[in-house]
């Protein structure tokens, strides 16, 4: 990407910003835990928001470092826009600001209000002596905010990962974790417990369990949540009749990230007739887990009701145009060898990801573009290729008919290369590029005109 410093620099003065993406989504800053709504007509998602740890605070280098959240919307599940930051660690009274501890949220909407819950460390100690985890509630008229934070958080609760139910009768439920999986009934002012917490049961014993997320589908109450089964977090749910359970463990979602990301934490949203898993990786940051990513998948129902287990994709979900930058990397599919991806920068990692196609018929897939009605003419490539190459750029599948014969000229610098388009297609296709000959070519990014 050109200039990333001044684009972030922009970002951070607007407070907001446009952006286009596949996964991970967000593509300013680091992101985690998202909680995605649909509210008007658009999907909305609250990450958590992880931070390297600032210098001087007498913080942990190795653990979670948040201090405020952000809200993000899309009508395409492609663009996304950044409303700015919604809750800071700085304007919430009961919070304990010197410990950057804001956890996974949630929001919901009821009668016009949207509620956005949080968990944080308490700086005061509760009647029973406990500071610890508490989960307060900020309250707004917009999903964009502004939100206004309760000055207490709320009583009986101790714990992270807030979610909450409205069920089809009105009733509210709050679900939180704290070893354990709790719920409780919500009053209708959402603001307070009306039940006391009970501890989910009939769950695993063994193994943190934490970021409930539930919802219901054709009567069926689905408590997802992610589980140290083995060595790290993956992805699992349970079903039950009742919004309290009991629940009947089920099964996988999300198997354990391949790169090891200890954590991992899920929301289910349908939206325009799919249903869709957002989750997090550690994308932009494969050496520290911490410092998080939140990307989206498609998501699918067995006709018995059973969740079909979800393969990540770096592709992700959505049409992008193909007058839009096209990032290869983002791929649906590589051939078995010579095709890889590697980071441009290593050190300013948010600067995106390149191809390497370094041997003769080595080809990467990219699914889903759309290239509109109208005859586009001309193709943009920036590719790099210290000893020159030749690369073709075919419709469908990697045999499929070739629409640009790009000449990638010998250079050490990365140059943007243009070639004609003939055999224009109109519609949606997968796009694939394939190496010519044998010389290491990495490409950028392609865009048609
Ligand atoms: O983001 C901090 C914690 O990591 C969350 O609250 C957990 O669900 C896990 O994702």
């Not at 349908?270 to 887990?289: I, R, V």
């Not at 770096?314 to 980071?343: F, H, M, W």
Request: aromatic content about 12%; hydrophobic content about 35%.
């Amino acid at each position: 990407m050109k200039n990333y410093k001044s684009f972030i620099f922009g970002l951070a003065v607007l407070g907001v910003g446009s952006l286009s993406a596949q996964n991970p989504i967000v593509r300013n800053q680091f992101s985690a835990d998202p909680t995605a709504r649909v509210f008007n007509g658009k999907v909305y998602v609250f990450p958590s928001h992880d931070i390297p740890a600032p210098e001087g605070k007498g913080l942990r280098k190795d653990w979670f470092c948040m201090a405020d959240y952000h809200v993000f919307s899309s009508e395409n599940l492609t663009d996304w826009t950044d409303h700015g930051m919604i809750v800071s660690q700085n304007k919430v009274a009961w919070v304990d600001s010197t410990t950057y501890s804001m956890w996974a949220p949630d929001c919901i909407e009821r009668n016009g209000k949207y509620y956005f819950y949080f968990p944080a460390n308490k700086n005061v100690a509760d009647p029973n002596g406990r500071k610890g985890f508490g989960i307060g509630v900020a309250v707004a008229d917009k999903p964009e905010g502004p939100y206004i934070p309760q000055t207490e958080p709320i009583k009986g609760v101790n714990g992270i990962d807030p979610n909450v139910l409205i069920d089809k009768d009105g009733q509210a439920y709050l679900y939180w974790s704290m070893g354990n999986l709790f719920v409780a009934k919500l009053k209708e002012n959402m603001l307070e417990l009306d039940s006391e917490p009970l501890a989910i049961p009939n769950l695993p014993q063994k193994g943190l369990k934490e970021g409930p997320f539930v919802f219901e589908r054709n009567g069926v109450y689905y408590l997802t949540f992610p589980h140290v089964e083995n060595k790290i977090e993956r992805l699992e749910y349970a079903i039950g009749n009742n919004p309290m359970g009991p629940f009947k463990m089920t099964g996988v979602i999300m198997d354990e990230s391949p790169e090891n990301c200890w954590t991992n934490h899920q929301s289910i949203v349908q939206y325009n007739n799919q249903w869709y898993l957002f989750y997090h990786h550690n994308d932009y940051s494969p050496k520290f887990d911490k410092n998080r990513s939140i990307r989206v998948d498609s998501l699918f129902f067995d006709t018995d009701g059973k969740i079909r287990k979800v393969i990540p994709t770096l592709r992700g979900v959505g049409v992008t145009s193909a007058k839009e930058n096209i990032q290869p990397d983002r791929y649906n599919k590589l051939s078995k060898t010579g095709a890889s991806i590697a980071l441009l920068d290593t050190v300013n990692t948010f600067s995106g990801w390149k191809t390497i196609l370094e041997a003769p018929e080595a080809w990467v897939q990219y699914n889903t573009v759309d290239f509109g009605r109208k005859k586009l003419k001309t193709v943009e490539v920036k590719a790099q290729s210290e000893n020159g190459s030749t690369l073709q750029i075919r419709l469908d599948k990697a045999d499929g008919p070739v629409i640009a014969e790009v000449n990638v000229p010998k250079s050490k610098n990365w140059n943007t290369v243009e070639a004609k388009v003939s055999k224009f297609q109109s519609g949606i296709h997968n796009l694939v590029l394939v190496m010519k000959d044998e010389n290491k070519t990495e490409i950028d990014w392609l865009q048609f005109k």
